[in-house]
């Protein structure tokens, strides 16, 4: 009587191991659409509403013992917050002496502290036509021309009001008198260079990735540069009068989608995509003004000029 | 004992196994002590298998771990594997030992919490999930112990409750009834030889 207890016992916890593991084994190799899966979504179907109504049920339940984490949790944030506000005064102090001194700094030595687009007009013109094959050719057609003072070499921003309208597009590099053609920084023959806002401030060059042209590549980084995921590039600009660049400085030109230690030791590079929607964009601004006062001599020396 | 007694044990549990993993999903697992939740399905399955034994145990751990990874979408199986051990071991330790310590049902419910937040663990590793092993895990599966023991006796308490009248063979009960109804204790029987 006693072994045949024994035996059963055994028996049936060998039938339930084994079922468990041919459950497993069955499951981990099935596909999403596999008659276990089936099963599963058909009980969790029927379990919703159940769980959604204990769930409701419950909610006193978890609120109280909710409120007893959230309390002690409250009392550490609010201890580190103040931590944190007291370095930022400090820091806030810090800063505002810095400015001080750099603007007396400044007055002093004369510099001239005028930035970016602040030099520029800027004309709003819309896109008439777009490239057929951005692979081979990423250029836009816009309605404003030398009449309307466009000049090759004039830097083209982003316009409107969403979201990812703003940031750099590219350059004039064709004008005609009532037309112009933007060559975009996702052309294959487009370079820019750039700044990464990490905590460096890495100056690199931004050019297009061979078969994607809006996945941009920063290359020439330092190999130690540490760029993470996120970090925003803007154009680096000169203000140099001999080697004057194309684009001023402190454009957004967009945000590092991928950083890998790997790939920036071995190619000194990163990924980015660009802020602006390049492929929706219906009007754009040109910054016309001062600086383009030179744009037929930056065009002769980038060879930007060209028809579409 | 009439006929509908041989299915109250088996009606209790399949009730106290939904309650306790609809329970577990809709509110337990919402609340975290020190960035951990609790998880009561190891503790039930253990109190089972030591109230009702290893067969028991292991049938309720099986059943409990299979609702616990269709209601979560997990892989099938991983659970009951666990539960299984749990329940069985519980079980076990009952027929083999029959152990009267108050704080057994504690010691009992830490080793299952940790069997299975180490176990589960692991056989998600094993599956291939990568799962960084780190002092901050570690502190997670103490500290998931450590509330897995705080909970274990109410819990056990609780179990008991729900199962106590259906229980075939409850040592503890036999012995009460033989005091409590007329039989003397070994110590107060007379000895055959006066």
């Known amino acids: ?308 | 004992m009439n006929r509908g007694d041989g299915y109250q044990l088996p009606l209790r549990l399949a009730a106290l196994g939904f309650l306790t993993v609809v329970v577990q999903i809709a509110a337990i697992s919402q609340v975290t002590v020190f960035g951990v939740s609790a998880d009561i399905s190891p503790l039930v399955v253990a109190s089972v298998g030591l109230l009702a034994g290893s067969l028991p145990g292991a049938v309720f751990g099986f059943a409990v771990g299979l609702f616990v990874d269709l209601a979560l979408v997990q892989t099938l199986g991983v659970s009951s594997l666990l539960l299984i051990a749990i329940g069985y071991g519980a079980g076990r330790l009952r027929e083999l030992r029959d152990p009267a310590h108050g704080l057994v049902p504690l010691v009992v419910g830490a080793a299952a919490t940790g069997l299975a937040t180490v176990g589960f663990a692991l056989m998600q590793f094993l599956l291939g999930v990568r799962a960084p092993v780190s002092w901050l895990l570690l502190r997670e599966v103490v500290v998931t112990i450590l509330i897995g023991s705080l909970l274990a006796l109410p819990v056990y308490a609780l179990v008991r409750r729900i199962v106590r009248g259906s229980l075939p063979q409850d040592p503890r009960r036999r012995r009460r009834r033989a005091y409590t109804t007329g039989g003397l204790s070994p110590l107060q029987r007379p000895s055959a030889g006066r």
């Open chain 1, 1 to 308: 009587m006693y072994d045949k207890q024994v035996r059963r016992r055994r028996a049936v916890l060998a039938l339930l191991v084994v079922v468990s593991l041919i459950l497993l084994t069955a499951y981990f190799g099935e596909s999403a659409g596999s008659p276990l899966h089936s099963v599963q979504r058909g009980v969790v179907a029927v379990l919703s509403p159940i769980q959604d109504g204990a769930s409701r049920a419950l909610k006193p339940v978890r609120d109280l013992f909710g409120w007893f984490g959230d309390t002690a949790r409250a009392k550490t944030e609010r201890d580190q917050l103040r931590k944190q506000r007291d370095q930022l005064l400090q820091e806030v102090a810090g800063y505002r002496v810095a400015m001080q001194e750099n603007a007396q700094l400044r007055g002093v030595l004369g510099v001239d502290d005028s930035s970016g687009l602040r030099d520029y007009r800027q004309h709003t013109a819309r896109v008439i036509g777009r490239s057929l094959d951005n692979l081979v050719s990423d250029r836009l057609q816009l309605d404003a021309g030398s009449g309307d003072g466009v000049r090759v070499g004039d830097p083209v921003i982003g316009s409107g009001s969403g979201p990812n309208t703003g940031g750099l597009i590219g350059h004039i590099s064709f004008v005609g008198p009532d037309y112009a053609i933007v060559t975009l920084i996702t052309d294959p023959s487009s370079a820019v260079s750039v700044r990464v806002l990490d905590n460096a401030g890495d100056f690199g060059l931004m050019k297009s990735s061979v078969g994607n042209p809006l996945d941009l590549l920063v290359q020439l980084l330092p190999r130690n540069a540490q760029i993470q995921q996120g970090d925003i590039v803007v154009t680096a600009g000169s203000r140099s009068s001999s080697l004057e660049s194309l684009y001023p400085p402190n454009i957004p030109v967009g945000r590092v989608t991928k950083a890998d230690p790997l790939e920036l030791d071995a190619d000194q590079q990163v990924h980015v995509a660009p802020i602006a929607d390049l492929r929706h964009l219906d009007f754009a601004q040109i910054l016309t003004g001062p600086a383009s006062a030179s744009g037929q001599q930056r065009a002769q020396v980038t060879g930007g000029a060209g028809g579409p």
